[in-house]
């Protein structure tokens, strides 16, 4: 049984660009959430989707924005890229209102 | 505004030796917290904590809840160097596992 699988695992950005990262949910859940996790610090939430809608949010700027798809697939969207973007993305899946099982993280890097 | 705190934010000790990491939190509206334990790239679940004074264990991990005092402690006895990684611990402050995460302590344990 795959666990939660992220897409890509490292990618690198110039400024201003956008770009989009991508998570499959382990079986059997519903729900996806996103955090970021700066060097050095805990992760932050971002938002979560449930039966594609943006059930929570958290303190990030519109620029962040997400989507899931109907097999539960969702994909988190970041315009205008600034160099504090630079992060590792962690996607989590679960059951509605269970605990979150993590993905592996796309590391990215902007320049 | 929420806040979690973890102490110490690193930590070296040889293996066989007892730690004890800590995490406090002021949260308006708590529901359960929760320690991971991340080596490399992906947090993986440890416990979950919701009742004050019942101590969960696992191994040679355990942990604990104290409502009053607003904190939980991390118990890791017997140390090997494959506990060597970074400890986060997060509050649940609503339904939906929106966590609120404090910094991690990094542990290193030497041969």
């Known amino acids: 049984d795959a666990g939660v699988t992220q897409s890509p695992t490292h990618l690198i950005k110039t400024r201003g660009q956008q770009v989009t990262l991508r998570c499959s949910p382990k079986s059997g859940h519903d729900t996806v959430s996103w955090y970021q996790q700066a060097l050095g610090q805990g992760p932050q939430f971002i938002f979560q989707?449930?039966?594609?809608?943006?059930?929570q949010r958290g303190n990030f700027p519109d620029r962040f924005s997400g989507h899931q798809f109907p097999n539960y697939s969702s994909e988190l969207n970041v315009n205008a890229l600034l160099l504090g973007d630079s992060a590792l993305y962690l996607c989590?899946?679960?059951?509605?209102?269970?605990?979150?099982?993590f993905g592996s993280g796309t590391q990215l890097s902007v320049l | 505004e929420d806040k979690v705190v973890q102490s110490p934010l690193s930590l070296v000790v040889h293996e066989g030796d007892t730690v004890t990491l800590n995490c406090s939190y002021e949260?308006?509206?708590?529901?359960?917290l929760l320690w991971y334990k991340q080596e490399k790239k992906a947090p993986t679940f440890l416990f979950m904590l919701?009742?004050?004074?019942i101590e969960k264990k696992s191994g040679r991990l355990s942990s604990i809840l104290d409502k009053k005092e607003l904190f939980s402690i991390l118990n890791i006895t017997a140390t090997q160097t494959g506990d060597s990684a970074i400890y986060l611990c997060a509050v649940d402050t609503n339904s939906g596992y929106a966590l609120n995460f404090g910094k991690g302590t990094s542990l290193l344990v030497t041969p």
């Open positions: 989590a899946s679960s059951r509605l209102d269970e605990k979150l099982f």
């Open positions: 989707y449930y039966e594609e809608e943006e059930r």
């Open positions: 949260v308006t509206n708590f529901r359960s």
């Open positions: 919701t009742s004050s004074g």
